[in-house]
Antibody, heavy 116, light 110 residues
């Protein structure tokens, strides 16, 4: 069974940093691009960042470019999102998903709250 | 940056058929936009319905179908059921490697 499980969310002050992780199982992780998608409270889905299957290619939405860094460790089947200079409008549930243009196998999400 | 547009809300009667659309504020949607569709009920993670324009994800009933019609992507739900009442999002690959979600359509079955 394909599974992805996000972790690392929590409360962080504005301007702070946080690192999210996503562990994957049930599929050959190294063969698939991966993405992070977020959803602010009461709002719609927002694609945030994606990474190619080797990790060589990375992509970001304009809203996080320069502040967030996506990476992966194919030996550990793990996807990572490093977030810095966090703002109140980064508050959201962050989902990990398989793919970039065709998202599949979503996790249950991890909540990031940016507040003083 | 182009905005992906969806109807904010729609309603359908049980057993009825409804079509949700996904367009661009400037330009046309084509299969090269790789439109995909997602269903989300409150408090739950999204569920993939359709990818690559018209391919149903595993386990999705054939009541759900999708296509590109005119200059928009379209998701059609036939024989609507109560548990189809959800938010539906489309995703378009507008700029290579950086897809964009539409604002979502809240579908009511009544």
């Amino acid at each position: 069974e394909v599974q992805v499980l996000e972790s690392g969310g929590g409360l962080v002050q504005p301007g702070g940093s946080l690192t999210l992780s996503c562990g994957a199982s049930g599929f050959t992780f190294r063969q698939y691009a991966m993405s992070w998608v977020r959803q602010a409270p009461g709002r719609g889905l927002e694609w945030v960042s994606g990474i190619g299957h080797t990790g060589a290619d990375t992509y970001y939405s304009d809203s996080v470019k320069g502040r967030f860094t996506i990476s992966r460790d194919n030996s550990k089947n793990t996807l990572v999102l490093q977030m810095k200079s966090l703002r109140a409008d980064d508050t959201a549930v962050y989902y990990c998903a398989k793919g970039v243009t065709d998202l599949d196998s979503w996790g249950q999400g991890t909540l990031v709250t940016v507040s003083s | 940056q182009a905005v992906v547009t969806q109807e904010p809300s729609l309603s359908v009667s049980p057993g009825g058929t409804i079509t949700l659309t996904c367009g661009l504020s400037s330009g046309s949607v084509s299969s090269n936009s790789y439109p995909s569709w997602y269903q989300q009920t409150p408090g739950q993670a999204p569920r993939t319905l359709i990818y690559s324009t018209n391919t149903r994800s595993s386990g999705v009933p054939d009541r759900f179908s999708a296509s590109v019609v005119g200059n928009k992507a379209a998701l059609t739900i036939a024989g609507a059921q109560a548990d189809d009442e959800s938010d539906y999002y489309c995703l378009l690959n507008i700029r290579s490697g950086a897809p964009v979600f539409g604002g979502g359509t809240r579908l009511t079955v009544l």
